[in-house]
């Protein structure tokens, strides 16, 4: 009789994939990453090709060896890794690591542990995934070569322990030359020249705006500037030669969660996280007297929403925006 043998990565899923594959199938577990790059040196060649060194995790020896073992007396093996880049350069490390036959290895994901997915995935088998494998290999060594040189630094000027990312080094980058950019402005003294045009038929005046003379485009950065331009402009005769009108559409904004409620409850009333969800706890079982000088005061009300969805009533939203809200600027005089 054939006998398989099924690697995943978690010891959590060995027992209930096998109660669902059954007894011809011997599941085991990689326990997450076998190989990575060093941790003493860079372990990339950036001579040839950023060429990665992989070496084995410290401690994994033993739990190769056992897989290695079992991998040889299986007809086939299926590397049941997680269904992600990360769960497939997994499997393509595990290939290597117990130098797995191309003909009896296969790839198999499944994003439920539950037994008609276990059991389909073994039907969908397939090859590794070579392009999410580079992929994963890139975000691997650019991590390495970004934190590898920056990290010391952190631990000399900062703290010890602390490490370095592709992410948050190129972030800090782009505010630190950002930053430059606000240090090195030389403020700039400019004027703008608006007329308001009244056209026959039309409610609201047409403002144009002073671009230059003819079509050569022309800066008022003085107001001398400004007072000769008007001065050339006295008992001038204004023609509007064309009016272009047009629609534009313009999207309701979208329902609050509880973590953009927090934020803007924060951002314009300076209400703690604790506040905004004791007020809308208040609002949504129905409002609440307001007393004293607390600052619900300023609050009036929100009008509250349900999401239905399926058929059965989802959660209850706050609109921004397209929902009135009213904020009681003064006690006795209030505005919207």
Request: charged share 30%.
């Amino acid at each position: 009789m054939a006998k398989y043998l099924v690697i995943v990565e978690s010891p959590a899923k060995v027992k209930t994939v096998k109660k669902y594959l059954g007894a011809n199938y011997e599941v085991a577990a990689s326990m997450g990453h076998v190989r990575d790059l060093p941790k003493s040196r860079l372990g990339i060649d950036v001579e040839h090709d950023f060429e990665p060194k992989y070496i084995t995790i410290r401690g994994k020896g033993e739990l190769l060896a056992s897989l290695r073992k079992a991998a040889k007396k299986a007809d086939k093996v299926y590397l049941a890794t997680d269904p992600d880049r990360e769960g497939e350069a997994i499997s393509w490390h595990l290939s290597i690591a117990l130098n797995l036959d191309e003909n009896k290895m296969r790839r198999i994901t499944f994003n439920e542990i539950t037994k008609s997915a276990v059991k389909a995935s073994i039907k969908q088998a397939r090859d590794i995934d070579m392009n999410l494998v580079d992929e994963q290999q890139a975000r691997r060594c650019l991590d390495r070569m970004v934190g590898y040189e920056i990290s010391p630094l952190l631990w000399k000027k900062i703290k010890r322990g602390l490490s370095a990312g592709r992410v948050q080094s190129v972030a800090l980058r782009i505010i630190g030359d950002r930053e430059d950019e606000i240090n090195a402005f030389i403020p700039k003294e400019y004027w703008t020249l608006e007329a308001d045009l009244k056209i026959p038929g039309e409610k609201k005046p047409l403002v144009a705006k002073f671009h230059g003379k003819g079509s050569e485009k022309m800066a008022v950065e003085t107001k001398e500037q400004l007072d000769e331009i008007l001065k050339g402009l006295e008992n001038e005769t204004f023609t509007v030669s064309e009016v272009k009108k047009g629609e534009r559409s313009k999207k309701a904004p979208l329902p609050f969660t509880t973590s953009t409620l927090q934020q803007e409850a924060s951002k314009v009333l300076n209400f703690s996280t604790q506040k905004t969800m004791r007020l809308a706890q208040q609002l949504y079982e129905g409002g609440s007297k307001r007393k004293g000088n607390d600052r619900s005061d300023f609050l009036s009300a929100y009008r509250f929403y349900t999401n239905q969805r399926g058929g059965r009533c989802g959660s209850t939203f706050l609109y921004p925006g397209a929902v009135r809200h009213k904020i009681y600027r003064k006690r006795g005089h209030d505005g919207e």
